[in-house]
């Protein structure tokens, strides 16, 4: 079992930048994927970004590419979302989600096996 417990959110003005933290407790093994989403009232949660736990693979969703960074630190169990030159359009509950494996490939909301419950970003005009 993995708990997820997201940190970080709150509320910036356009442009500028906020990390976020996931800290997992529970037993994370070298093929774990971990992946952020993020949510909107009456939208459906979006892929942001995801990294391997192994390697470092990442991926990104278009736009974010060149903005967000994902990066992990094994030793704290912990991955990040440094988020910069945000847009009031990034403004979201984000989430952490973590699945056993699978690459870095296809990460959907239906493939992730655990969740966090959410830090909300607010980016204001």
């Known amino acids: 079992q993995v708990q997820l417990e997201e940190s970080g959110g709150g509320l910036v003005q356009v442009g500028g930048s906020l990390r976020l933290s996931c800290a997992a407790s529970g037993r994370i093994f070298s093929s774990y994927v971990l992946g952020w989403f993020r949510q909107t009232p009456g939208k459906e949660r979006q892929f942001v970004s995801g990294i391997t736990w192994s390697g470092g693979s990442t991926s990104y969703t278009d736009s974010v590419k060149g903005r967000f960074t994902i990066t992990r630190d094994n030793a704290k169990n912990t991955v990040y979302l440094q988020m910069n030159s945000l847009k009031p359009e990034d403004t979201a509950v984000y989430y952490c989600?973590?699945?056993?494996?699978?690459?870095?490939?296809?990460?959907?909301?239906?493939?992730?096996?655990?969740w966090g419950k959410g830090t909300l970003v607010t980016v204001s005009p």
């Open positions: 989600a973590a699945r056993p494996g699978g690459g870095i490939s296809k990460i959907t909301i239906g493939s992730m096996n655990y």
